[in-house]
């Protein structure tokens, strides 16, 4: 774990970031540096604007003010050249739909496939590049799912689902990976395998910035953690921001939240310290 987390190089960098649904505005002058490759921890409570921020930092949502940059550049430059993964919640995938797990993982390499030549783009999946079923195999076997290659999606255990997610981001071979709780609802041994994957991806250089409510496993193993519900509530080291006393002034603004009609997280998820 890193002392001064804010000395790094920002991978991504907010400012003055606004979003909101219809009217509804979920998060309110961002101003955020997300370290250059360390591992982030985004922590706060159900309805806080967590998934939100994702939206637009991959694009899918604009804000309504603001600008994101990715290593000092405008986000858009990072997004189309394929340096940011997303790994949405397992909820976000229609997971009745008649695929194999290696098409979903294959997925995650659309973005590179726009740079292979036309031809190859119009023949079918077998005349595609080898480099894509490289990184595609590659991804499967980090994940320990290439056994499971030719399985319908719809045929897999809600850890095996969150394993081939990942895959799909990691397929994707980014600088940045963009992960939204990829621990929830999954069995201890693929919670073991996905924090080893992602100690690795840092390990090789790589900025992973992951929506939690797992305190534990922060403290554990993430070099930074953003507090959030609406504003940003803290950023700092884990020992910093994850102690009782910030973690209560975090309850204590879902709470203010509540008052607002906003659902609130179960405190048990914000429980005291271990070890
Ligand atoms: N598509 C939408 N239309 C309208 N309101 C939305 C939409 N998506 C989210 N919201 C609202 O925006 C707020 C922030 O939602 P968001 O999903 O970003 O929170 P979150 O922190 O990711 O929550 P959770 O921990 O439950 O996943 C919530 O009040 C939510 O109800």
């Known amino acids: 774990m890193t002392g001064n987390t804010q000395s790094a190089v920002a991978a991504i960098e907010v400012k003055g970031?606004?979003?909101?649904?219809?009217?509804?505005?979920?998060?309110?002058?961002?101003?955020?540096?997300f370290p250059k490759g360390?591992?982030?921890?985004?922590?706060?409570?159900?309805?806080?604007g967590k998934s939100t921020l994702f939206h637009v930092l991959t694009g899918s949502m604009k804000p309504l003010q603001g600008s994101v940059k990715a290593f000092d550049e405008p986000i858009v430059i990072h997004r189309r050249a394929g340096h940011i993964a997303y790994m949405a919640q397992r909820e976000a995938i229609e997971w009745d739909f008649p695929v194999s797990v290696w098409e979903t993982v294959m997925g995650g390499r659309y973005g590179h496939m726009r740079?292979?030549?036309?031809?190859?783009?119009?023949?079918?999946?077998?005349?595609?590049?080898?480099?894509?079923?490289?990184?595609?195999?590659d991804a499967l076997v980090a994940v320990d799912m290439l056994a499971y290659a030719?399985?319908?999606?719809?045929?897999?255990?809600?850890?095996?689902?969150?394993?081939?997610?990942?895959?799909?981001?990691?397929?994707?071979?980014?600088n940045i990976l963009l992960l939204d709780e990829p621990l929830a609802g999954v069995d201890p041994p693929s919670e073991k395998l996905i924090l080893s994957v992602l100690r690795r991806e840092r390990e090789a250089g790589n900025t992973v910035?992951?929506?939690?409510?797992?305190?534990?496993?922060?403290?554990?193993?993430?070099?930074?953690?953003?507090?959030?519900n609406r504003f940003v509530r803290g950023t700092g080291t884990p020992e910093e921001m994850l102690s009782e006393a910030k973690l209560a002034?975090?309850?204590?603004?879902?709470?203010?939240?509540?008052?607002?009609?906003?659902?609130?997280?179960?405190?048990?998820?914000?429980?005291?310290?271990?070890?």
């Open 17 to 33: 970031l606004y979003a909101a649904y219809q009217r509804n505005t979920v998060l309110e002058n961002i101003e955020l540096a």
């Open 150 to 174: 030719d399985r319908p999606i719809g045929e897999l255990s809600g850890g095996q689902k969150k394993r081939v997610l990942l895959a799909r981001a990691l397929a994707q071979q980014a």
């Open 249 to 275: 002034e975090l309850a204590v603004s879902s709470t203010e939240q509540t008052v607002n009609d906003r659902q609130t997280m179960p405190g048990a998820a914000y429980g005291p310290a271990q070890g």
């Open 115 to 137: 740079q292979d030549a036309l031809w190859r783009r119009l023949l079918p999946a077998r005349w595609h590049h080898a480099r894509h079923s490289e990184a595609v195999r």
């Open 209 to 228: 910035i992951m929506v939690t409510h797992d305190m534990p496993g922060a403290r554990r193993h993430v070099d930074h953690v953003v507090l959030i």
């Open 38 to 48: 360390k591992w982030t921890a985004i922590v706060g409570p159900n309805g806080a």
